[in-house]
Each structure stands twice: as structure tokens, then as C-alpha cells.
């Protein structure tokens, strides 16, 4: 039995994992998956800032006695090095799912500049008076969830929210010290949309992780593939 600790991206909340969540517990593991600040429920663009989900996912990850698998999806790339770098022995791996991967000093936004492959047109709107980016219906669609069914599009479109800028642009702070010295794996998404496929080769390429996972589909498994994505952090713990 493994614990696993889910982070999950930008637009979203821990809603995205409840299936997933769901066949790693049949598999007999322990998982924990909460909203990060001002996601979910509690929507609150000023919350969201990338000190504040690390400071979350931290405290969530103190009680829970160490050896953790600690996996975040797209933009939680950012997040889970920061935690990693703040306690490094409680984490048994990092798992990179589709995610930007950062080196020390390196934003999101950075990260983003380089993918050739992939431009979100996301729009730009002030919420309470924060900068935010939010997603058309048909950017949902082709950037984050290009391999989903009608009733699965139905599912997400229900619950997605706007995204503040701030996590974007804000630079990771690591050490070889603490961040470097956590494993790391990454679960490539051969399909995605959002996150290009040849940015995450390179990004892998400059911070080497193992093992490397191979998906065929698309940004969000979490929701399009649930059963090869529990196979796949399942075989991680093996």
C-alpha cells in the first residue's frame, strides 16, 4: 500500500480526481486530494498564489506520516518542486503527470514561452479585482480535453473556474539540497494539447526523472483514461 497525495491543475479543483481517486483506493492505496487555496467550493482568485499552494499542500502532507507519492498534474508541476524543497523527507517521489517540470528560478511562464507546439487562447478578466485567465468552451475542449466523450465534457465544463495569473509567473524557488535530492517521475500524455509534447521531452531532458511513463491520450487522464492512469501510479509504487 502506497499513499498518494493528488494536486491538481489550473481551472481546477480536487473534483478532478474523485475517479481516479476511487480505483487507487480499490488497489488498496491511501489518497488524499484537496482543493488548493481559492479553488473549488471556495472560490477566491486572491487566495491563489503559488506560496499558497505549496503552504497547503505542505501541511496536508505533515500529518500523514511520510513516504509519500506526491503527483501533480499540468501547472501543480510548480507546486510539488516547491514542496519538495520544503520537506524533502517526507516524500517517498515526485510524479510529474503532464506537467511543467521548473528548474530553480524558472516560472510557469517561462516554461510556456518555449512549447512550440501549443498557444492556449485563454481570455484575460479581472475577478475581484484579480488578474485571471479563463477558458472558452471550445478551448476546454481542444487544449485540455480532446480525447473526452460529451458526457465527460458535461462533467468538467460544470466545475472548471477562472485562474489567477499570479501561480503563472511567480519562480520556483529549489535546491539541489532539498528538491533535487526527491525522485521524480513523469507520466508523458503523447496527445496533449496543453502542455506540448516536445516541451515535456525537454523539460525531462534538462531535470531527468525515472522511471518515464508513456500515455497515449490526451492533458487530462484524470478524467479521459482514470483506468490506465491508476495502472500506471499503481506501477509506480511496485
Not at 480505483?23 to 472560490?43: I, K, N, S, T, Y
Amino acid at each position: 500500500m502506497a499513499t498518494f497525495v493528488l494536486v491538481h491543475g489550473a481551472y481546477h479543483g480536487a473534483w478532478c480526481w474523485e475517479r481516479l481517486r476511487r480505483r487507487l483506493e480499490l488497489a488498496g492505496h491511501r489518497v488524499f486530494a484537496d482543493d488548493l487555496p481559492g479553488h473549488g467550493a471556495a472560490f477566491d482568485p486572491r487566495q491563489m498564489t503559488l506560496a499558497n499552494y505549496a503552504n497547503a499542500t505542505t501541511a496536508l502532507i505533515a500529518g500523514l506520516g511520510g513516504n509519500v507519492y506526491l503527483v501533480g498534474h499540468s501547472m501543480a508541476g510548480a507546486v510539488i518542486a516547491e514542496v519538495a524543497e520544503r520537506i524533502p523527507d517526507a516524500l517517498r517521489s515526485l510524479v510529474f503527470l503532464t506537467a511543467y517540470l521548473p528548474e530553480n528560478g524558472q516560472s510557469i511562464a517561462d516554461l510556456a514561452r518555449q512549447d512550440e507546439q501549443v498557444r492556449i487562447a485563454a481570455e484575460r478578466a479581472d475577478v475581484d479585482g484579480v488578474p485571471c485567465l479563463q477558458l472558452r468552451d471550445e478551448v476546454l475542449h481542444e487544449h485540455f480535453y480532446p480525447d473526452a466523450s460529451e458526457d465527460q465534457l458535461d462533467w468538467v465544463r460544470d466545475r472548471v473556474h477562472p485562474q489567477a495569473i499570479a501561480p503563472f509567473t511567480t519562480p520556483v524557488r529549489i535546491t539541489a539540497e532539498n528538491y533535487a535530492r526527491v525522485p521524480r517521475a513523469y507520466i508523458h500524455c503523447e496527445r496533449d494539447k496543453a502542455i506540448g509534447l516536445f516541451l515535456q521531452r525537454r523539460m525531462e531532458a534538462v531535470s531527468p526523472c525515472g522511471p518515464v511513463l508513456r500515455m497515449a491520450g490526451g492533458h487530462s487522464p484524470f478524467v479521459t483514461d482514470v483506468d490506465a492512469l491508476a495502472a500506471a501510479l499503481h506501477e509506480l509504487t511496485q
